[in-house]
């Protein structure tokens, strides 16, 4: 037997606990068939605790989480607690604390999934948005002036450091090299506009490139980026771009792959403690139903599986996944044609 791994998890809120459950119901499959092996600790972090207690995430539980090898989250979101508090509190802490520079989403089509693309199949839309994670809008640089008055003044800054973007520059085009498909990799910016902050992007973009002969580059404004997303998602391999950007074109990107229910993402510390989640929200109102696609919960076990350097155990979960979705009507909530445990059968034996 290989290394144990500690694994944190966080089920959440809503949806959350029930997603978390079958991806490691599959893990604990591909435990036992390849010789990984988990050591499965849970918090309650998220909704209900904070309505109890008045805490998201507490200092010393930062202390506690660095010590596993990953966090596997379901995730946050309670219909009683304020938009903003609970992701703030504990999502973009932990990405924070802990460092996560990279928010990997990997955009990826299979048979037998919708795709509101017309004349679009799994051979067109298949590629990774590698996006910076803890800088840009996200740092909370700004403030008010004269709050709630005619005169109020309100500021957001975009916080970017070479280090920050060169370093998450440098991982896309490990990335793009390791992936080894077209070997092309796009950057998202904003540089008609943006004339600061994407200065700084472009420069490093083009200072890097220099080191990886073998990887082609190009460069997209983020509003096109979005348009050829849906016209011609073929074109794109890797995509590296700043924390906002990111945000909006990977929802677009799960929506062009099928949906939430289907999309997987990781915010990745490659020096560090990395966190594996589905990017949909909690849907409360289908909590305790058991129709939940949990799909998107399980392909985020499998790339933890592979960020953790296990990739014949991640490669056969993703494989499962593949056969699964085409025996299933469809990936919305309660028109699968099984059920969110089912689901996770089916993969956990396809492993």
Same mark, same amino acid.
């Given at each position: 037997?290989?290394?144990?791994?500690?694994?944190?998890?966080?089920?959440?809120?809503g #949806?959350?606990?029930?997603?978390?459950?079958?991806?490691?119901?599959?893990l604990?499959?591909?435990?036992?068939?390849?010789g990984?092996?988990?050591?499965?600790?849970?918090f309650?972090?998220?909704?209900?605790? @904070?309505?109890?207690?008045?805490? /998201? +995430?507490?200092?010393?539980a930062?202390?506690?989480?660095?010590?596993?090898?990953?966090?596997? +989250?379901?995730?946050?979101?309670?219909?009683d607690?304020?938009?903003?508090?609970?992701?703030?509190g504990?999502?973009?802490?932990?990405r924070?604390?802990?460092d996560? *520079?990279?928010?990997?989403?990997? &955009?990826? !089509? *299979?048979?037998?999934?919708w #795709?509101?693309?017309?004349?679009?199949?799994?051979?067109?839309?298949?590629?990774?948005?590698?996006?910076?994670?803890?800088?840009?809008? @996200?740092t909370?640089t700004?403030?008010?002036?004269?709050?709630? /008055? %005619?005169?109020e003044?309100?500021?957001?800054?975009?916080?970017?450091t070479?280090k920050?973007v060169?370093?998450?520059?440098?991982y896309?085009?490990? @990335?793009?090299?390791?992936?080894?498909k077209?070997k092309? !990799?796009?950057?998202?910016?904003? /540089?008609?506009?943006?004339?600061?902050?994407?200065?700084?992007?472009?420069?490093?973009?083009?200072?890097?490139?220099?080191? *990886?002969? $073998?990887?082609?580059?190009? *460069?997209?404004?983020?509003?096109?980026?979005?348009?050829?997303?849906?016209?011609?998602?073929?074109w794109y391999d890797?995509?590296? #771009?700043?924390?906002?950007?990111? $945000?909006?074109?990977?929802? !677009?990107?799960?929506?062009?792959?099928?949906? =939430?229910?289907?999309?997987?993402?990781?915010?990745?510390?490659p020096?560090?403690?990395? =966190?594996?989640? %589905?990017?949909?929200?909690?849907a %409360?109102?289908?909590t305790g139903?058991?129709?939940?696609?949990p799909m998107?919960?399980?392909?985020a076990?499998?790339?933890?599986?592979?960020?953790?350097?296990?990739?014949?155990?991640?490669?056969?979960?993703?494989?499962?996944? =593949?056969e #699964?979705?085409?025996?299933?009507?469809?990936?919305?909530?309660?028109? =699968?044609?099984?059920?969110?445990?089912?689901?996770?059968d089916? &993969?956990a034996?396809?492993?």
């Amino acid at each position: 037997m290989g290394k144990t791994y500690k694994i944190a998890v966080i089920g959440g809120d809503g #949806t959350g606990p029930e997603v978390i459950a079958e991806g490691i119901k599959v893990l604990k499959a591909a435990s036992a068939k390849y010789g990984v092996k988990f050591d499965f600790t849970n918090f309650d972090f998220g909704g209900e605790r @904070y309505k109890k207690t008045g805490e /998201t +995430l507490p200092d010393k539980a930062i202390d506690e989480l660095k010590k596993f090898d990953a966090i596997y +989250l379901g995730a946050i979101g309670h219909p009683d607690v304020a938009p903003g508090i609970l992701e703030k509190g504990i999502l973009l802490k932990l990405r924070f604390a802990l460092d996560q *520079y990279i928010n990997l989403r990997p &955009v990826k !089509l *299979y048979d037998n999934v919708w #795709t509101p693309l017309k004349d679009k199949g799994p051979n067109d839309i298949d590629f990774v948005v590698v996006r910076e994670n803890t800088e840009g809008l @996200y740092t909370g640089t700004g403030g008010f002036l004269k709050k709630g /008055t %005619p005169d109020e003044v309100a500021i957001q800054v975009s916080t970017n450091t070479r280090k920050g973007v060169e370093r998450c520059i440098r991982y896309a085009f490990e @990335y793009c090299k390791k992936r080894n498909k077209r070997k092309q !990799l796009t950057l998202v910016g904003k /540089t008609n506009v943006l004339t600061f902050a994407f200065d700084l992007w472009e420069r490093t973009f083009k200072e890097v490139a220099k080191e *990886y002969p $073998d990887i082609k580059t190009d *460069y997209n404004h983020v509003d096109a980026c979005c348009m050829w997303m849906v016209k011609n998602p073929e074109w794109y391999d890797v995509i590296v #771009t700043d924390n906002m950007f990111g $945000d909006i074109i990977t929802d !677009l990107g799960a929506m062009i792959q099928g949906g =939430m229910g289907i999309a997987a993402g990781g915010n990745i510390n490659p020096e560090g403690v990395s =966190m594996f989640e %589905p990017i949909g929200g909690s849907a %409360p109102k289908y909590t305790g139903k058991n129709v939940i696609n949990p799909m998107a919960a399980i392909g985020a076990g499998a790339m933890m599986l592979e960020i953790l350097g296990e990739e014949k155990a991640a490669k056969a979960v993703e494989n499962s996944i =593949m056969e #699964t979705v085409k025996k299933m009507k469809s990936q919305a909530a309660g028109k =699968m044609g099984f059920s969110t445990t089912e689901v996770g059968d089916l &993969v956990a034996k396809g492993v």
